[in-house]
């Protein structure tokens, strides 16, 4: 797996659809999403879901291989939960047996839904950042949390942490890539040898990738500072969030859908 594979945190500009919607829509449209991922549970609800995630990659106007690219990092993860979920799912119909290890039908199926759900939740999910750039991530996140400065939870500080922690993951993908490259040319082996001996060649890659990290957040700590940043309170914002038609819509289907996969999930299908 290359490290160009790791598309977490990027945003693509563009004119779509999802891409004019407001950031508060998009956050609140992907929670019902992974509720309604998650209340489905037979064929017909996974197909309405898959429906709905095809209709909003369409609308995107994201390329597919940007998504397919971003799932090669999640490969190992689904491979463990599938093998877990296929050996150790107990059911009647038995379908092969070796000393401890069981296959039963209702293990190759909920190995499957498994699969396909973490598949979808991790595009649904990457659509979010492929559509929204981080400031308006960042504002939309603390509109939506805005009801807890009531109590004292510094909404827009933990706001401003997420979004620049997505802005960097392309930062340090590209850092990281760069020293590696270097550490390579100087006759480093990432590749071979057993599992100690390729913890131990990280050590020339992760010491400069530390430093480089540590300089940049002392960078940009400098930088906020200097332009007087001083947390949420009395901060105006270039552009007003506001929701339009659109929006009521795009929430009211995702309700809509959220609300019919429970039902349908309630009579069994």
């Known amino acids: 797996m290359a490290l160009k594979d790791i598309t977490l945190g990027q945003y693509f500009p563009g004119n779509s659809?999802?891409?004019?919607?407001?950031?508060?829509?998009?956050?609140?449209?992907?929670?019902?999403?992974?509720?309604?991922?998650?209340?489905?549970?037979?064929?017909?609800?996974?197909?309405?879901?898959?429906?709905?995630?095809?209709?909003?990659?369409?609308?995107?106007?994201?390329?597919?291989k940007s998504l397919f690219r971003g799932m090669k990092?999640?490969?190992?993860?689904?491979?463990?939960?599938?093998?877990?979920?296929?050996?150790?799912?107990?059911?009647?119909?038995?379908?092969?047996?070796?000393?401890?290890?069981?296959?039963?039908?209702?293990?190759?199926?909920?190995?499957?839904?498994?699969?396909?759900?973490?598949?979808?939740?991790?595009?649904?999910?990457?659509l979010l950042t492929y559509t929204t750039s981080p400031i308006l991530l960042t504002d939309g996140l603390e509109s939506?949390?805005?009801?807890?400065?009531?109590?004292?939870?510094p909404v827009h500080e933990l706001s401003m942490?997420?979004?620049?922690?997505?802005?960097?993951i392309p930062t340090l993908i590209e850092e990281t890539d760069k020293i590696m490259s270097a550490q390579r040319a100087r006759g480093a082996?990432?590749?071979?040898?057993?599992?100690?001996?390729?913890?131990?060649?990280?050590?020339?890659?992760?010491?400069?990738?530390?430093?480089s990290a540590f300089r940049r957040a002392d960078e940009l700590a400098v930088a906020m500072e200097c332009r007087c940043y001083h947390g949420g309170e009395g901060r105006t914002r270039l552009r007003q969030l506001r929701y339009a038609t659109r929006d009521w819509a795009v929430l009211a289907?995702?309700?809509?859908?959220?609300?019919?996969v429970w039902v349908l999930g309630r009579f069994g299908l």
């Open 17 to 64: 659809l999802l891409h004019r919607l407001d950031p508060r829509t998009k956050i609140l449209a992907v929670v019902l999403y992974i509720v309604a991922l998650f209340l489905a549970k037979h064929f017909f609800t996974y197909a309405i879901m898959f429906c709905v995630l095809a209709l909003s990659i369409s609308l995107s106007h994201v390329p597919l």
């Open 73 to 126: 990092p999640v490969v190992f993860i689904l491979i463990f939960t599938a093998v877990l979920n296929l050996f150790y799912t107990p059911g009647e119909h038995v379908l092969f047996h070796f000393w401890i290890l069981t296959v039963t039908m209702e293990g190759v199926v909920n190995a499957f839904f498994m699969v396909i759900r973490i598949l979808m939740l991790i595009a649904g999910t990457f």
């Open 144 to 153: 939506l949390l805005g009801p807890l400065k009531k109590i004292k939870v």
């Open 161 to 168: 942490m997420m979004s620049i922690a997505l802005r960097f």
């Open 189 to 211: 082996d990432f590749e071979s040898g057993n599992l100690l001996q390729r913890a131990k060649s990280l050590i020339p890659l992760l010491v400069p990738l530390f430093i």
């Open 253 to 260: 289907f995702f309700l809509a859908v959220a609300l019919l």
